[in-house]
């Protein structure tokens, strides 16, 4: 739907990963989903296109990357503390 959106403005796009997750859908969330890609010189005026069409929620300000995934970060710093005493603890004594 919204490559026809951007098709009919005259933006050309196209989708990766469609027929991965058409064949397998269990790997969908593995490669992450469908996407739709554009060229980067049209790229804004495809965002503006999608997000007064619905199909993007725009941004807030200061709404980053660490803002959006803050306790998958932690839970990933949590795993590699524990990881990094696992392997510590595997070392030979210098004695």
Same mark, same amino acid.
């Given at each position: 739907m919204m490559q026809s959106l951007l098709d *009919? &403005?005259?933006?050309?796009? $196209?989708?990766?990963? &469609?027929?991965?997750?058409?064949?397998?859908p269990y790997?969908?969330?593995?490669?992450g989903g469908v996407k739709l890609l554009v060229p980067q010189d049209q790229m804004e005026?495809?965002?503006e296109i999608l997000t007064q069409a619905g199909h993007v929620?725009? &941004? &807030?300000?200061g709404e980053g990357f660490v803002q959006r995934h803050r306790a998958l970060l $932690?839970? *990933?710093i949590v795993f590699f $503390?524990?990881?990094?005493?696992?392997?510590?603890?595997?070392?030979?004594?210098a004695d």
């Amino acid at each position: 739907m919204m490559q026809s959106l951007l098709d *009919a &403005e005259g933006i050309p796009s $196209f989708l990766k990963d &469609e027929n991965t997750v058409v064949t397998a859908p269990y790997l969908s969330n593995a490669i992450g989903g469908v996407k739709l890609l554009v060229p980067q010189d049209q790229m804004e005026r495809a965002m503006e296109i999608l997000t007064q069409a619905g199909h993007v929620k725009p &941004e &807030e300000p200061g709404e980053g990357f660490v803002q959006r995934h803050r306790a998958l970060l $932690f839970v *990933a710093i949590v795993f590699f $503390f524990f990881l990094l005493i696992s392997i510590v603890r595997q070392l030979p004594n210098a004695d």
